[in-house]
């Protein structure tokens, strides 16, 4: 990195959604404009000096269908008025839209155009019924390709890939792994007062996961109902900054996360993905962020996954190289996931614990790893070993077409 | 700037829709692949060496809706397979977008992750009939504050500008400048084959301004169907590069621009602007850029404006400090800003006679500057006075909400 980079004051909503005590599928919610300035707002009650941050990246993937809203850019001056007529803009990639809002403010911050940047990602999702819904985010993938597919997408999308990890590797090996990513996500989600498993009182986990089989049929023709990723509601921001950005802001370095490494890769979205048991562009953009930061994998404390379905952590951790191919089910099933294991992955819950609000998830795996790396993280804190002082966090958009992986320190 | 920018290559494709010859809406057109594919395939084919290319953005506003396609970063590849497995992404601020895609480019190539950029911007409208894609564009504005509103929308609004600007100033006055800018667009789209007005064959284009008037009624309350930008189908794209960039790819300093300013300001889209005869974040982009290239509005030799509509010229001239304010019409209206006046302004017609696929407009914009200031226009050159050395976009998303300003100067 030819500048330092920082990461601080990072701030969630609640991911609201089914799961939620709070949630009521028939009365009337708050909206994207309730969730852009509670985050935002959030973020900026740390600071004493919001006249300080010079611009707004908003990670959003399809407000344009679920709220009927565009130009989400526009929405910047109300989280403070300290924001009107400065930069702010919309950036897009799927569910990778929080990345990409965050590697725009590390570019800008780079670029010395700016000093602070605020990087919101946010989605309200429970406008439409799920059907609906499942149309929606199907625009995440090729539209020519779709027409033959799966009416739920993308949920068969990587029930194809699941279904072929069975096959080769075995199904009751396959779906352990795959139950304990579960448990896992709900054990953590239940240490965080924001996640929308939070409440969740199951008390077999796994048992539960292995017996999500209504009517003897599962969701889509490989997956249950514990394989995915939430339907959710919610916004996550942090501030992006440059080390004299960070002291203006008089925030402490042990407040703060460095970014020491980044990757952003994008693979051709009208392809079929290479391999179906490999996350390949995962792979290559992990890689490429541990390169850039000069680090291996075994220096990582904890990483934030992109568990859209529980077979995409499987074989996330596969490409990772923390197991080899095919033996990521194992790797997770014998607990190095979990928050007591080698590697902690998603300690606050993931995308199936804590929630999925589309284009805000990028941005919330940013805010847990600072969490975690700063001692702020409650009663979902992992100890991290000394050893391995480094976070990482791979958000993806797409079946593996656009990823971003970020490599982070604690700053002090 | 902190590092020298440059950009070259600019392509366009023809702006497809009412008025071109080939156009029918009865018979299937192609889709956005294509407008991708082929504007980024003419800009590449300019250079030998697409691998140097580091990254793509692609500015788009709503795909999602238009063409049920979002993750438009994912095509990149679809250009050239050289592009697979590198940055890529999609930004949005409505009608803004390919200002957008210009900004993140030089922003990237500023911090220096990149030396090459790809910036593109697309838009295919002509899918859905244009009351609905009314709607669509709508969302532009803020969709809470719309519903009271026109069904038109975004018409309503420069239509409500108009009105206003109409009574203070003068009905007739008022008209015969936006009648003036709608000869001029016309006048400089028949020099541009790419343009969607090129086989508009009217002999006075200003009486057909002014007799416009079917059944006694305007489109909108103050406005006519020629006071509009077109609906159209479309893209453009140009590299954006640093200087060892422009080297490497073996690009000569005379086919190039500098980039020598830029601004990027953005408003609360939730309040109405602040004055109805007014484009105050147009004035404050433009009036910034100005001071960032170290200049004056008196040395740009030819500028492009974001003309959605006729007033939107007006008040845009205005705002640039060219005429004072109620004295813009008089200016337009004397001449001023045709392709042998003082200022020749949207002189490949603007979005009013080139076309405006929305999310590639700014893209387009930055494309016609980068052919003046290096005599690539052909029929649609101008000759620049020599004191004027200096080019200028003003792209525009929603109401004077996002706007981005760059100002151009030739590089050798």
């Known amino acids: 990195m030819k500048r330092k980079i920082y990461m601080a004051a990072g701030a969630n909503t609640i991911s609201m959604g089914t799961g939620r005590k709070e949630f009521n599928p028939r009365k009337e919610r708050p909206g994207l404009e309730h969730y852009i300035s509670t985050a935002g707002q959030a973020s900026l009650a740390q600071i004493s000096n919001p006249e300080l941050i010079d ?8 407000a344009g269908r679920f709220n009927r809203q565009g130009h989400l850019g526009g929405f910047a001056a109300t989280i403070n008025p300290t924001l009107e007529y400065k930069p702010s803009m919309r950036v897009e990639g799927a569910c990778g839209s929080g990345g990409l809002a965050l590697i725009s403010a590390i570019r800008s911050v780079l670029s010395e155009t700016s000093s ?6 946010v989605e309200v999702q429970n406008t439409v019924k799920a059907i609906y819904g499942a149309d929606i985010l199907a625009t995440a993938g090729w539209s020519k390709k779709r027409k033959e597919g799966h009416a739920y997408f993308f949920p068969g999308q990587f029930s194809d890939r699941a279904g072929v990890y069975y096959e080769k590797y075995g199904y009751d090996y396959a779906r352990k ?18 996640a929308q498993e939070y409440h969740n009182d199951t008390a077999d986990l796994e048992e539960a996961y292995h017996q999500a089989v209504p009517n003897g049929k599962f969701f889509v023709d490989h997956l249950n109902f514990f394989d995915c990723s939430k339907v959710s509601d919610g916004a996550s921001a942090i501030l992006v900054t440059s080390e004299e950005g960070l002291a203006q ?10 970014v020491v490494g980044f990757a952003q890769l994008t693979r051709n979205i009208t392809n079929d993905p290479p391999n179906p048991v490999e996350m390949t562009t995962v792979g290559k953009a992990a890689a490429k962020a541990l390169e850039d930061a000069g680090i291996t994998i075994d220096q990582v404390g904890t990483a934030e996954v992109h568990d859209c379905f529980s077979i995409a952590g499987i074989l996330t951790v596969e490409a990772l190289g923390l197991a080899a191919q095919g033996e990521g089910a194992a790797w997770v099933a014998e607990g190095n996931t979990a928050r007591d294991g080698k590697l902690p992955i998603n300690t606050t819950g993931g ?3 804590w ?3 589309t284009g805000a998830t990028g941005v ?11 001692g702020k993280a409650g009663a979902a804190q992992v100890s991290l070993n ?6 990482l966090t791979i958000n993806m958009g797409g079946d593996d077409v656009t990823v971003v992986a970020i490599v982070y320190k604690r700053a002090d």
């Open 55 to 62: 611009e707004v990246y908003v990670g959003n993937f399809m």
């Open 116 to 121: 602070v940047a605020l990087a919101l990602g």
């Open 177 to 194: 792994g795959m139950g304990r990513w579960f448990r896992n996500a709900i054990d953590n989600a239940r240490l965080d007062p924001t």
């Open 249 to 258: 802001l008089g925030i402490s370095k042990k407040d703060a996360v460095e």
């Open 351 to 353: 995308l199936i614990g």
């Open 355 to 357: 929630g999925h609000p």
């Open 364 to 374: 919330h795996q940013a805010v847990t790893i600072w969490q975690q790396l700063t």
């Open 386 to 391: 000394p050893e391995r002082p480094y976070g």
